[in-house]
């Protein structure tokens, strides 16, 4: 038995289905409206939707796309007629697992089901290991980037994948890979800034024992141990000249060739790549192949810095908050309002990564149920009240007196609060350091 959700404007047809598919044994809920859709499936669990492409308010595409955002990975069939056959399959290019054409053939049907249950069996155990410390976020940016994402997972593209240090580019590339048909298959990760530039071809390609001092047995290099999946080169930007020229070998002819042998082995695996700098810089000063670049190059997806991702702040700060919760066996519900704005003005230069370890240290530091500003560091507090000066105002007055109030702020919180000491570290008596506290507003 499984629930399956209708989403069907024509009720005489969903009816039809309705009766059908509850005789086979199914538990149905029918909706004409894809807004309706959406809240059902935000609210309930479903193992199956069935949805007609063209709806009264919008197209099937759209709860495909939701649905993902969301992080839920049910089977949706989409149910169209013969002339849309083509956004079918673009639409399961997105997401969807099926499609099915009308007039609807009742065996064809019961098949379609059979068969999308029984991929989303095989899904299930990934999704629940893998995904369940991750959310998507909400906001337009991020919308987009799983679009992408969607759309390419399904291909067999070379992706590079753009962003800033933490922006979760090795997630990004695990989901490629999950939505992708070689899910079934190893998805291997090597941190190319942490190879050697000797030890890097031996790892990527492997050597036979004797190949250079210290090979003293045969061993495999990544690209075998990924064959049939995806090899994801993280900082893909620090390998060598002549191990680019053997990763472009290998990514054109299919096959690899061990360090010290003569034999040639055939690969069959998909690169993912990700740098944090424009490898187009490293190619004009002569560092990077452009050749190489343009094979790795077949779809770019850019991650977004935290500090562009809008409401998704707030969203990733409750995320880690609850990880932290569960990992610390601490019960923190909410944020004071003061280090609640540190948080939301901060510009995250370490992006996710910054954000969680921020996150459990200051849950860490809170036994109660509310986080204080204490709980957070120090810098932070520093970094935020110096964004906050006026850059290029042409009042010099207010400028000194912004960044005066700065200095003795970030002062006493390296003094920690010791007036005194703080006083002497400013060169400045204590009567003196008093007034200008008081002037300031700062307590
Ligand atoms: N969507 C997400 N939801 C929750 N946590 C995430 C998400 N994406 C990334 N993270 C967390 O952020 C941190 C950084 O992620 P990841 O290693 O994927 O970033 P990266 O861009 O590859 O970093 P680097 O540039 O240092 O290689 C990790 O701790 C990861 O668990």
Same mark, same amino acid.
């Given at each position: 038995?499984a629930?399956?959700?209708?989403? &069907?404007?024509?009720t005489?047809?969903?009816q039809l ?17 894809i ?6 499936i ?6 199956l939707?069935?949805i007609d492409?063209?709806?009264?308010d ?10 993902r955002?969301l992080?839920?990975?049910?089977p ?7 002339n849309?056959?083509?956004t ?11 499609? %099915? ?10 098949m379609?089901?059979?068969?999308s249950?029984?991929?989303?069996d095989s ?7 893998t995904?369940?410390?991750?959310i998507?976020g909400k906001?337009a %940016? ?10 390419v997972?399904?291909t ?5 994948i753009q962003g800033? =240090?933490?922006?979760g580019k090795?997630?990004a590339a695990?989901?490629?890979?999950q939505? =992708?048909k070689?899910?079934g298959?190893?998805?291997v ?5 942490a190879?050697s530039?000797?030890?890097a ?6 050597h036979?024992k004797?190949?250079f001092?210290?090979?003293l047995?045969?061993?495999? *290099? ?6 049939g ?7 893909? *930007?620090?390998?060598?000249? &002549?191990?680019?020229?053997?990763l ?10 061990p360090?010290?042998s003569?034999?040639q %082995?055939?690969?069959?695996?998909r ?9 187009l !810089?490293s190619?004009s000063? *002569?560092?990077?192949?452009e050749d190489?670049?343009h094979?790795?190059?077949?779809f770019?997806i ?6 562009d991702?809008g ?5 990733f700060i409750n995320?880690f908050i609850g990880?932290s919760?569960?990992?610390l066996?601490r019960n923190?519900?909410?944020i ?5 704005a540190?948080?939301? !003005?901060?510009?995250?230069p370490?992006?996710?990564r910054?954000?969680?370890n921020v %996150?459990?240290r200051m849950?860490?530091?809170?036994? *109660?149920?509310?986080?204080q ?8 507090m520093i970094?935020v009240?110096?964004?906050t000066l ?6 010099l007055?207010?400028? !000194? ?6 200095i003795?702020s970030e ?6 609060y010791n007036?005194?000491k ?10 003196t350091l008093y ?5 300031y507003?700062? &307590?």
């Amino acid at each position: 038995m499984a629930r399956i959700l209708i989403l &069907e404007d024509d009720t005489t047809f969903a009816q039809l289905l309705e009766g059908f598919l509850t005789k086979n044994g199914h538990e149905i809920t029918l909706v004409t409206h894809i807004k309706q859709s959406f809240k059902l499936i935000e609210n309930q669990e479903f193992d199956l939707l069935l949805i007609d492409y063209r709806l009264p308010d919008g197209i099937g595409f759209e709860l495909i796309t939701h649905t993902r955002n969301l992080g839920i990975f049910t089977p949706i069939i989409i149910m169209t007629s013969f002339n849309d056959v083509r956004t079918a399959v673009k639409s399961m290019q997105m997401g969807a697992f099926d499609y %099915i054409t009308k007039p609807v053939n009742p065996d064809e049907l019961l098949m379609v089901i059979k068969n999308s249950l029984a991929k989303k069996d095989s899904q299930d155990i990934k999704a629940e290991d893998t995904d369940s410390d991750f959310i998507k976020g909400k906001s337009a %940016i991020a919308d987009r980037l799983y679009e992408h994402i969607a759309l390419v997972a399904p291909t067999d593209m070379s992706v590079i994948i753009q962003g800033e =240090s933490g922006t979760g580019k090795e997630f990004a590339a695990r989901t490629l890979h999950q939505q =992708s048909k070689r899910s079934g298959k190893p998805f291997v990760a090597i941190d190319c800034g942490a190879l050697s530039k000797d030890l890097a071809a031996s790892e990527l390609f492997g050597h036979v024992k004797g190949a250079f001092t210290g090979a003293l047995n045969d061993k495999k *290099g990544q690209f075998e141990a990924a064959n049939g999946g995806t090899l994801f080169l993280d900082e893909v *930007g620090n390998l060598s000249y &002549e191990v680019q020229i053997k990763l472009l070998r290998a990514l054109q002819e299919r096959v690899i060739q061990p360090l010290g042998s003569t034999k040639q %082995i055939a690969v069959d695996v998909r690169i993912i790549t990700a740098t944090n700098d424009d490898l187009l !810089n490293s190619i004009s000063e *002569g560092e990077f192949r452009e050749d190489l670049y343009h094979r790795l190059n077949e779809f770019k997806i850019q991650l977004p810095a935290l500090r562009d991702r809008g409401r998704d702040l707030e969203l990733f700060i409750n995320h880690f908050i609850g990880l932290s919760n569960r990992d610390l066996n601490r019960n923190v519900k909410s944020i004071s309002p003061e280090a609640k704005a540190v948080l939301l !003005n901060y510009d995250w230069p370490g992006n996710l990564r910054e954000l969680s370890n921020v %996150i459990k240290r200051m849950v860490l530091l809170t036994p *109660g149920d509310v986080a204080q500003l204490s709980a957070l560091p120090d810098e932070m507090m520093i970094s935020v009240n110096q964004q906050t000066l006026p850059g290029s105002s042409s009042d010099l007055k207010a400028v !000194n007196e912004q960044n005066e109030k700065a200095i003795i702020s970030e002062t006493l919180i390296k003094a920690k609060y010791n007036k005194s000491k703080a006083a002497k570290m400013l060169n400045i008596d204590r009567k003196t350091l008093y007034a200008k506290m008081e002037r300031y507003g700062i &307590e």
